[in-house]
């Protein structure tokens, strides 16, 4: 198999990655007319199996699960997701064979064992689906001219997935439709509806294609989402712990400082996250994310230029091959570092404490989202795709890491996600080093002195206008503007 | 007045034809009093034992004062009785023309030169040598005013005593009694809150226990101001003459067939693993005929319930048959819960968006939690409508999760009914509230049963605490 991507023209990659459109809700009129009656059966039963299909049945749709024979028989976790709740569930022979659609929600790593031996058993003119394009975009994957291949992808955690639902409302989604498996036409159709089976369509869709969510969504995770907040992570609680700061506080003020810090992005984007701090605050965020920027600029190009050319997943690919070997290492390291063995203090830290004390991780965030958008959008993903992989997802791998630390954020992404992260952190940890020994306690654990409160009216006037002109916050605006309509908690 | 009025587990008879029970309160020296409550719940009787009004058949009531001034309604009407009798009694062939007014002020009075000044302020000064009996109410009223405040009262009792006074009248006898608070500890006996002067530092609230008893219900310092303000309330929502608004015309739910059940559960069964929770269970709710439910924890009551709505996964596996659909025939649940209102402790805890009051209750209209939808100008209007009922108009903009858990619950109420569903679920819609906040929702309860056309299913963990009105009962036990 090769990658699907380097097989396209120049021309049609370039198109390929430009898509994205915001979907008016105009759109999904039909509901889940296109899927009413037809026989969905979910491949794999963990959390965005279960969650997805509960939804899907709860919208009136007929969902079963499709488990490996070995899984049923030792009735596994999945099997007891999946019984327990009501489902019916069979082998592939049993169910593949009668269903229209076909949900493929089991991890990357497993995607091609799994369509293959799914394909043959596929009945004419059926429906594959997708809810990650990794499979069909990087290995290639070659799928039978008469099924329909569609991605839908909430672009939340399956337990997100479905509080929302079950609360009236839904997640973000991204659709696509792969357009050299599109026989009958009907990719639009049922992906549309699958999206309201889920709720989707009330938080808003997307519609981009395979290729630009695999690539920019590879990027985001790798680079601002996990990889930055873990170097971020490791980086600022031995410098504190170095400079004498209590290590129960400093755990404390990283492990639910990202979780603060970019509440404030989700709501008013990087300006209202530095709109936060004092002004002296500000212009000193705002002095080292731009020197961070200069620094790991080159790695954030190393990852984007990796992803497009497909040499990340080929060596992720030959991980897989080596029974994870690194990986698996990686994340054995990643436990033993002290931020994630001291436990977080039992001190009290206030909202505007962690923004105040936590002047580095202001600068490492906005580095990060800019550096990933910048670099995205350079490689000619779109500004909106760009958006949702880099500011908009932050907050929500933030809230893992306050859940349980690191160990919760690499737990709750997926493999592709987590393997990518670890891969950045090892090349960021030492690009930061020389950098790292400039800074003191006044950014990162303590705050600015009083005596610091004074600053020059033109350069804070330049740091401002900077950061509202920055094209994130532009494309932001628009697209916070769309959710806001649609989540209207007025 | 040296020392305190107790009344310990005082029981009250008035002439057999109404009673107070078990009364426990105590005045101290230094407080001012209203007493307030619903209609017949026996205001005023109680206001009336402290002038040493009806027969004291259980219990001790000491450190009463000598000399306590009186002004009530029924003070008033026995005066002019006995004026009246006065004249029957006459056997001289002479026109009596009764006690003069002067006479009715000074002829036993401790301050007269207080008197004096009260009669030229409350404008008696020309009727003084008029017959006390031929005075309007408003007038013989002024004169016990008068009569109660010269007397140099040791406890001032005054019994809806702004009731039909002019706006001048009022401020001026509201200023007087501000003038004498160090001296005399009053009781006033008020129907609304609003009219309490600033110098009161108590409320006693009475609930009528039967049709001829009352109690004494709740005793509050207006310092607490959340008690304060759920008395408030409470007050408002049992005498308010707001009726249950009425549900949006253009949200219609679909109108079921009378003759089919609401809800019909056959051999219904939870388990989980080898655990059963519910065991063939055979329950069918028709149209009108309200349910209790109860059972102890972990009989799977709310199990049950989830079957119901739709919010166990296990309603696919059983035989259900909710408001005209055959479960697991193709219905979404949003077709199932647009015909239940619902209401539970688990859903105040997943209530946690930030969201206004008023769009707490306008959610109820879309089944979600939160508000994901634009609302119309008449669901804001209805909306409106249920805060003024619950007497809560003034936080309708204010952050649900700010309110207190009481309130919160009311609002969530609100919520359940807005649309006037075939079936409201009140799932312990008491659990892990006070006593004041218990009888605010009880209170509300009560509202909205009266006259609605919805199905009700109570849920309670004690099966004998019963809502008025639900005559049939499911008691769950615990399996296993």
């Known amino acids: ?490 | 007045m040296d020392s305190a009025i107790r009344l310990e587990n005082v029981c009250v008879n008035f002439d057999e034809r109404f009673y107070l029970n078990q009364i426990n309160w105590t005045i101290e020296p230094s407080q001012h009093w209203v007493i307030t409550g619903t209609n017949g719940s026996g205001k005023s009787a109680l206001a009336a034992v402290l002038a040493g009004v009806g027969d004291i058949e259980q219990g001790t009531l000491t450190g009463l004062p000598g000399r306590v001034g009186l002004v009530s309604f029924e003070a008033q009407a026995e005066l002019i009785a006995k004026e009246l009798k006065k004249d029957d009694a006459d056997i001289m062939d002479v026109i009596s023309v009764g006690t003069p007014v002067q006479e009715m002020i000074f002829s036993d009075c401790a301050d007269p030169e207080l008197a004096s000044e009260l009669v030229e302020k409350f404008g008696l000064s020309h009727l003084l040598d008029r017959a006390f009996r031929k005075l309007s109410t408003g007038e013989t009223r002024k004169v016990m005013l008068v009569r109660a405040l010269s007397s140099k009262p040791e406890l001032l009792i005054l019994d809806e005593p702004f009731d039909g006074l002019d706006v001048d009248t009022l401020a001026m006898l509201q200023q007087h009694l501000a003038s004498i608070i160090e001296t005399t500890p009053m009781v006033l006996v008020l129907n609304r809150f609003d009219e309490m002067p600033d110098f009161i530092t108590h409320v006693a609230y009475l609930e009528k226990a039967s049709d001829d008893c009352g109690q004494l219900t709740f005793k509050v310092d207006r310092q607490d101001n959340s008690a304060f303000s759920e008395l408030y309330q409470l007050l408002h929502l049992k005498t308010t003459d707001l009726q249950v608004p009425k549900p949006d015309p253009a949200a219609q739910i679909p109108a079921l067939d009378a003759n089919q059940p609401l809800v019909k559960l056959t051999n219904a069964t939870i388990k989980y693993g080898d655990t059963v929770i519910v065991d063939n269970l055979n329950w069918t709710i028709e149209p009108g005929k309200h349910w209790q439910l109860s059972g102890p924890n972990g009989s799977g009551k709310t199990g049950v319930l989830s079957l119901i709505t739709g919010d166990h996964p296990q309603c696919y596996t059983n035989d259900i048959f909710v408001f005209g659909f055959q479960r697991g025939n193709g219905e979404s649940i949003w077709q199932i819960k647009q015909f239940i209102g619902y209401v539970s402790t688990a859903l105040q805890w997943e209530y946690r968006v930030s969201v206004s009051c008023k769009n707490v209750i306008i959610s109820g209209f879309y089944d979600s939690i939160g508000m994901y939808s634009k609302s119309t100008d008449n669901q804001k209007k209805i909306a409106d409508e249920w805060l003024a009922l619950l007497g809560m108009s003034d936080r309708a903009d204010q952050p649900f999760n700010k309110l207190s858990y009481g309130d919160q619950r009311l609002l969530l109420i609100a919520r359940a009914m807005v649309k006037h569903p075939p079936l409201l679920i009140l799932d312990e819609p008491c659990l892990g509230l006070d006593d004041m906040n218990r009888q605010l929702v009880l209170a509300l309860i009560e509202k909205i049963c009266e006259g609605n056309e919805t199905t009700v299913l109570y849920v309670n963990h004690h099966a004998e605490d019963k809502i008025a009105g639900i005559e049939q009962y499911l008691a769950l036990e615990k399996n296993g």
């Not at chain 1, 609680?237 to 404030?264: C, H, R």
């Not at chain 1, 070997?325 to 001291?342: D, H, P, V, Y």
């Open chain 1, 1 to 490: 198999m090769a990658n699907y991507f380097n097989t396209l023209p120049l021309r049609e990659q370039l198109e390929q990655l430009a898509k994205c459109r915001f979907m008016d809700s105009s759109e999904f009129a039909d509901g889940v007319e296109a899927l009413k009656g037809k026989k969905m059966v979910v491949i794999g039963c963990g959390a965005q199996g279960l969650n997805q299909g509960l939804n899907l049945r709860d919208s009136g749709l007929d969902v079963s699960y499709a488990l490996r024979p070995e899984a049923i028989e030792q009735k596994r976790q999945s099997w007891k997701n999946a019984t327990e709740n009501g489902f019916t569930v069979g082998t592939y022979e049993d169910l593949i064979p009668t269903a229209d659609v076909v949900l493929n929600l089991t991890p990357d790593k497993q995607h091609t064992s799994v369509v293959k031996a799914v394909m043959p058993l596929m009945k004419e003119g059926a429906c594959l689906s997708y809810s990650h394009g990794f499979n069909i975009v990087e290995e290639g994957m070659q799928i039978r001219d008469d099924l329909t291949v569609i991605m839908v992808a909430p672009k939340c955690p399956g337990s997100e997935v479905r509080a929302e639902y079950v609360r009236g409302f839904g997640v973000p989604t991204l659709i696509a439709v792969h357009e050299d498996n599109d026989p009958k036409g009907e990719g639009l159709a049922l992906a549309k509806a699958y999206a309201v089976g889920t709720g989707g369509h009330k938080a808003g869709v997307l519609m981009s294609s395979f290729i630009a969510e695999v690539k920019s969504d590879l990027m985001g995770e790798q680079t601002i989402l996990c990889g930055m907040l873990q170097t971020g992570s490791i980086l600022c609680f031995d410098k504190m712990v170095e400079e004498g700061i209590d290590p129960g506080y400093a755990s404390k003020l990283i492990q639910y400082g990202w979780e603060n810090i970019t509440e404030a992005l989700k709501y008013g984007g990087v300006t209202n996250m530095l709109d936060r701090l004092s002004n002296p605050a500000k212009i000193k965020a705002f002095d080292l994310s731009e020197e961070l920027k200069v620094i790991m600029r080159p790695l954030y190009n190393k990852h984007q230029d990796d992803i497009i050319d497909g040499t990340f997943s080929r060596v992720m690919m030959e991980d897989w091959a080596n029974d994870d070997a690194n990986l698996l290492k990686w994340r054995a390291e990643t436990a033993e570092t002290n931020f994630e063995k001291t436990p977080a203090g039992d001190v009290e830290i206030s909202e505007q404490e962690f923004f105040d004390k936590g002047i580095l991780m202001v600068a490492m965030v906005k580095a990060g989202v800019e550096l990933a958008f910048e670099t995205m959008t350079a490689a000619g993903i779109i500004a909106e795709s760009a958006y949702y992989e880099s500011l908009h997802e932050t907050p929500l791998i933030a809230n893992t890491i306050a859940r349980k630390k690191l160990y919760e954020m690499n737990a709750t992404i997926s493999d592709t996600a987590e393997y990518g992260c670890y891969l950045y952190n090892h090349a960021c940890v030492p690009l930061l080093a020389d950098f790292m020994k400039d800074i003191k306690t006044d950014v990162i654990g303590k705050g600015l002195s009083d005596t610091d409160n004074g600053v020059d009216n033109a350069r804070l006037i330049e740091v401002n206008t900077a950061l509202r002109s920055h094209p994130v916050e532009a494309v932001g605006a628009v697209l916070r503007g769309h959710m806001a309509d649609m989540k209207k908690i007025v």
